[in-house]
């Protein structure tokens, strides 16, 4: 039986504050608040991280396909389950790609492979649902 390779990326350290918990980052402290007039929110960031690492892993599988895409924008919404904690029960991500020349089923193609690479989307595959869908603006 072969024997799965995991590492460990990097730990957080967190603290409690006023309005939620804040941990220090490479590039800056990051401030996770417990209500959204306070700040960013867990489920906020937990949105905007899985659209985010989509838009970036189909950013380099675009560029791989060679195709001419020149912006990229991600409206994303959530569906939150109040009965359940609050969860977040789906996620969806809809792409503005601008580009030239852009083929349909290209851009499917390459946030089909997004979606199947983005790490985010991977860890909380079978708990949290996300769609993608998307629009071409020929720029």
């Known amino acids: ?3 799965m390779k995991l590492s460990r990326e990097f730990g957080l350290d967190l603290t409690a504050n006023q309005t939620g918990y804040e941990c220090q980052l490479e590039y800056g402290k990051l401030q996770i608040a417990a209500m959204p007039e306070m700040g960013y929110t867990a489920h906020q960031l937990l949105v905007a991280a899985t659209a985010a690492c989509g838009g970036i892993v189909f950013g380099m599988i675009a560029k791989k396909m060679r195709l001419n895409v020149m912006g990229v924008h991600i409206r994303a919404d959530a569906l939150r389950n109040p009965d359940e904690a609050n ?50 603006i020929e720029g």
């Open 1 to 3: 039986m072969e024997e």
């Open 87 to 136: 969860r977040v029960e789906e996620i969806d991500l809809h792409y503005v790609v601008t580009g030239r020349d852009l083929r349909p089923g290209a851009v499917a193609q390459a946030i089909e492979l997004a979606h199947k690479n983005c790490p985010v989307a991977q860890s909380i595959e079978g708990a949290i649902k996300v769609t993608e869908t998307f629009e071409i």
